[in-house]
């Protein structure tokens, strides 16, 4: 088990050093990296794509990366809104990784973009322990998902600058506690700050826009570590904690699957005409494209 975890902290510190470097390169550029995180069907990508979308009506020149194991749909959603976006598909992968990032930036992020924004991949445990060069990262919550969600997944919410709650027109009918939701982040998190947001009714999407054009000039205040804190029970469990407490650092993840094109630097695809660009697709913004099915690679 030691070996396993020295092995895990060798990938993590790896992947900080390149995260800590790609950070101030794009900060040279004027670039600010967002980082979202959420569980699948939590509406990221549905208030990623408003915001997206008041940025570009507002003249503010954005970007976007988006994640998935597999499709395209979500970046032919985002590019609805007029903003250059790119697809990464991870073909089983949990989680974004700083070389990801990097790669998939390489000739194709516009020179006067202020501000990137990485949907991550719907996942709120692998991707909480890697740093993808951010200054700014956001973690997302449908107020269907459940008060104690935070208490569940501390080194997620543990390490936001910035909580968001969506979906918040369903807030009643959900019962949603939002007392109890917020108390249960300030456990987990004391002194960070959370939104409210309804991708429906455009509320909280300024605020989410503002929240990171200000990271363009000084990082937030709260900047929280991205491994969990050490914490005492006081009490017992009848289950193992192989899972429960390992979410951030100490874990090393076996997928035991093939893929057909590498994770990190894959090789290029055939191109997809209307297609948005992944992997190692050509330099271009992309317009609303039709919805087909992308042919096999």
Known sequence: MCRSVDVQQAVLAKNDGLADALREELTRRGVTVVNLLSSPGSGKTE???????????????????????????????LARSGAPVRQVLTDGLCHLEARQVRRRLEGWLPADTAVLFVENVGNLVCPASYD?????RIVLMA?????DKPLKY?????SAHLVVTT???????????????RANVRRVNPGVEIVRTCART????????ERALATRHAPPAHR?????????HGHTHDTPHDDAHTQ??????????????????????????????????????????????????
């Not at 107020?143 to 008060?147: H, I, P, S, Y």
């Not at 100490?250 to 894959?266: F, K, N, V």
């Open 47 to 77: 208030l990623l794509g408003r915001v997206l979308a008041r940025a570009v009506e507002r003249g503010v020149p954005v970007a976007a990366l988006t994640a998935d194991l597999a499709t395209e749909n979500d970046a032919r959603r």
């Open 202 to 209: 455009g509320d909280g999407v300024d605020t989410v826009l």
């Open 132 to 136: 993808l060069g951010e200054r700014l």
């Open 248 to 297: 951030g650092r100490t874990r090393t993840h076996e997928h035991g699957h093939t893929h057909g094109h590498e994770h990190d630097d894959a090789r290029p695809h055939p191109e997809h005409p209307g297609h948005p660009a992944h992997d190692g697709a050509p330099d271009r913004p992309h317009p609303a494209p039709p919805v087909t099915p992308a042919p096999a690679s």
């Open 224 to 232: 929280p570590p991205l491994a969990p804190r050490p914490h005492d």
């Open 143 to 147: 107020v269907t998902e459940g008060e």
């Open 167 to 181: 979906k918040t027109d369903l807030a009643g009918p959900a019962g949603f506690d939002e007392a109890a939701f």
């Open 154 to 158: 501390p080194t997620a919410f543990g």
